[in-house]
């Protein structure tokens, strides 16, 4: 098999399932859009399970092991009190817009597909996505439980959360905003600064204090 078939699987896998979702992406659609026959689909990756997996690595892999690379930087050369808020969120935002810029034309299939990969409701879909991200979740959730010790081991979980969820819907909304006045002339290292100091705002917030009754709540106010 000639190697760009494969490619050519992968390309059209991507681009169905950021337009219509993994469930409702069939394998007579892939096989029609990459102009194959479903032996060559099944040679090449066995299921449609392991075709949506290489897809999502072939696109999160280069993003994840960027951000692991730019955090073992900033925890080298960081003093004892580990590195600052600002240094960590940057290390994890700033490699999907970098490869953003790297794939170019293309960069718009996976923005679609970025925002499929967000609002998913199939469990299998979330899955397979949660797998490429368990070592980057813990390495990163380690070093913001390090700087910012009011928050407790379940708290980080959460603000992990409110990170990619901001960074995905910028990415994947950011491109129609960028034509709108009076920010379409704003560039994507602008977003991404912007980005950067609204993620570090909200990890750095105190914790949300339960109010439990009548009094407690007129304490608060």
Same mark, same amino acid.
């Given at each position: 098999?000639?190697?760009?078939?494969?490619?050519? *699987?992968?390309?059209?896998?991507?681009?169905? *399932?950021?337009?219509?979702?993994?469930?409702?992406?069939?394998?007579?659609?892939?096989?029609?859009?990459?102009?194959?026959?479903?032996?060559?689909?099944?040679?090449?990756?066995?299921?449609?399970?392991?075709?949506?997996?290489?897809?999502?690595?072939?696109?999160?892999?280069? *993003?994840?092991?960027?951000?692991?690379?730019?955090?073992?930087? /900033?925890?080298?050369?960081?003093?004892?009190?580990?590195?600052?808020?600002?240094? /960590?969120?940057?290390?994890?935002?700033?490699?999907?817009?970098?490869?953003?810029?790297?794939?170019?034309?293309?960069?718009?299939?996976?923005?679609?597909?970025?925002?499929?990969?967000?609002?998913?409701?199939?469990?299998?879909?979330?899955?397979?996505?949660?797998?490429?991200?368990?070592?980057?979740?813990?390495?990163?959730? &380690?070093?913001?439980?390090?700087?910012?010790?009011?928050?407790?081991?379940?708290? *980080?979980?959460?603000?992990?959360?409110?990170?990619?969820?901001?960074?995905?819907?910028?990415?994947?909304?950011?491109?129609?905003?960028?034509?709108?006045?009076? /920010?379409?002339?704003?560039?994507? &290292?602008?977003?991404?600064?912007?980005?950067?100091?609204?993620?570090?705002?909200?990890?750095?917030?105190?914790?949300?204090?339960?109010?439990?009754?009548?009094?407690?709540?007129?304490?608060?106010?």
């Amino acid at each position: 098999m000639p190697s760009d078939t494969k490619r050519r *699987i992968l390309d059209a896998a991507e681009q169905l *399932i950021g337009d219509k979702g993994f469930p409702s992406t069939s394998m007579r659609d892939i096989t029609k859009a990459a102009s194959v026959n479903l032996a060559s689909v099944n040679y090449h990756f066995g299921s449609k399970e392991a075709l949506l997996a290489a897809v999502l690595e072939r696109r999160l892999q280069p *993003i994840n092991e960027r951000r692991l690379q730019l955090l073992d930087e /900033i925890e080298r050369q960081a003093d004892d009190r580990g590195p600052a808020v600002y240094d /960590i969120v940057r290390a994890f935002l700033s490699p999907p817009f970098e490869q953003q810029e790297q794939w170019g034309n293309s960069s718009e299939t996976f923005l679609r597909l970025l925002g499929r990969i967000h609002s998913e409701t199939n469990e299998e879909f979330r899955q397979e996505f949660m797998s490429e991200f368990e070592v980057v979740f813990q390495r990163f959730g &380690t070093a913001l439980q390090q700087c910012l010790p009011h928050l407790t081991q379940a708290d *980080i979980p959460w603000r992990l959360l409110f990170m990619v969820g901001s960074m995905a819907f910028t990415m994947s909304w950011g491109q129609s905003l960028l034509t709108r006045e009076p /920010i379409a002339k704003n560039k994507s &290292t602008d977003i991404l600064e912007e980005l950067i100091m609204y993620t570090c705002a909200g990890l750095a917030a105190p914790v949300h204090q339960k109010v439990s009754g009548p009094q407690q709540l007129q304490e608060t106010q």
